[in-house]
C-alpha cells in the first residue's frame, strides 16, 4: 500500500524558517533509513504559501488566487510517499518523526493513496496499460 504523509503548515514554516544544519542532518537521517527500508518513495518540503497559488473553478470555470492563505491549519508544508504493508507499520514509521522539526510540535497526516484494483471495473484494462504506460515513462524519466 503506497500512502502520502502531509506535514502540516505551521507559523515556522509559513515565515520561511529555514531548518537548522542538525534538523537537516536528523531529516537526512531519517529519511536514509526509510529508503534503506525500502518504504521511501519520495517527499519534499514546500515553499510558503505565499509563494503559490490556488485555481478554484466555479462551474467548470477556473479563478486564480494568489498566496499567502490564511487557514495555516490546512496549508501543508511538505511531504512524503511511502510503500507500507499496511496503515499501522506507516504510523510506526511516522513516530520515528525527527523531534526537532517544529520544535517537537508537528502534526502529520497519513492518507492512503488509491490502488488501481480500488476502481473495479470502471478501470478498465486499457485505462489500467495507459496508467502503466504513463508510470513507466515517468520512473524513465526521474531515472536520468
Known amino acids: 500500500m503506497r500512502f502520502m504523509i502531509i506535514r502540516k503548515a505551521d507559523a515556522q514554516t509559513e515565515a520561511e524558517d529555514m531548518p537548522t544544519e542538525q534538523l537537516l542532518a536528523d531529516m537526512g537521517a531519517y ?16 515553499k510558503p504559501s505565499r509563494t503559490g497559488v490556488r485555481i478554484n473553478f466555479k462551474d467548470g470555470t477556473p479563478s486564480v488566487v494568489d498566496g499567502p492563505f490564511a487557514e495555516t491549519k490546512e496549508l501543508v508544508a511538505g511531504y512524503t510517499l511511502l510503500q507500507c504493508g499496511s ?19 508537528v502534526s502529520l497526516e497519513i492518507r492512503p493513496l488509491y490502488e488501481a484494483d480500488d476502481f ?3 478501470f ?3 485505462l489500467r496499460e495507459q496508467e502503466d504506460r ?3 515513462e515517468l520512473a ?4 536520468k
Not at 496503515?87 to 517544529?102: F, I, Q, T
Open 120 to 122: 473495479g471495473e470502471a
Open 124 to 126: 478498465t484494462p486499457e
Open 140 to 143: 524513465a524519466k526521474a531515472a
Open 87 to 105: 496503515m499501522e507499520e506507516a504510523v510506526e514509521w511516522m513516530k520515528k518523526w525527527p523531534r526537532l522539526d517544529g520544535g517537537g510540535n
Open 31 to 46: 529519511m536514509e533509513e526509510l529508503a534503506r527500508a525500502g518504504v521511501l518513495l519520495g517527499g519534499d518540503g514546500l
Open 134 to 136: 504513463l508510470r513507466n
